[in-house]
Nanobody
Framework: QVQLVESGGGLVQPGGSLRLSCAASGSIVSINYWAWHRQAPGKQRELVAAGSLFITNYANSVKGRFTISRDNAKKAVYLEMNSLKPEDTAVYYC???????????WGQGTQVTVSS
């Protein structure tokens, strides 16, 4: 059974950086789609960044500051976040689809708090 485990969240000052990781356990062939979503208190979950074999997309609010990446060998996806702002505060969730599997898999969420 495939599971996703997130790490890397925490408290950071405005202007700081964090790197979120999402590691898959279990038997997988490849990561074909990878994405990060976030949900702030009282708000709907929103897509932050998504990648596939041919394209990478970012929400306008994070363009130029966040970078999404994938490492098939390590069965992991990452979100590098720079120049963090208080409005980036949210619970961040990774979302992955694997080769040969039509299901969406989700991580458990990791809290990111940007505050001085």
């Amino acid at each position: 059974q495939v599971q996703l485990v997130e790490s890397g969240g925490g408290l950071v000052q405005p202007g700081g950086s964090l790197r979120l990781s999402c590691a898959a356990s279990g038997s997988i062939v490849s990561i074909n789609y990878w994405a990060w979503h976030r949900q702030a208190p009282g708000k709907q979950r929103e897509l932050v960044a998504a990648g596939s074999l041919f394209i990478t997309n970012y929400a306008n609010s994070v363009k130029g500051r966040f970078t999404i990446s994938r490492d098939n060998a390590k069965k992991a996806v990452y979100l590098e976040m720079n120049s963090l702002k208080p409005e980036d505060t949210a619970v961040y969730y990774c979302n992955v689809r694997f080769g040969g599997d039509l299901r969406d898999y989700w991580g458990q969420g990791t809290q990111v708090t940007v505050s001085s």
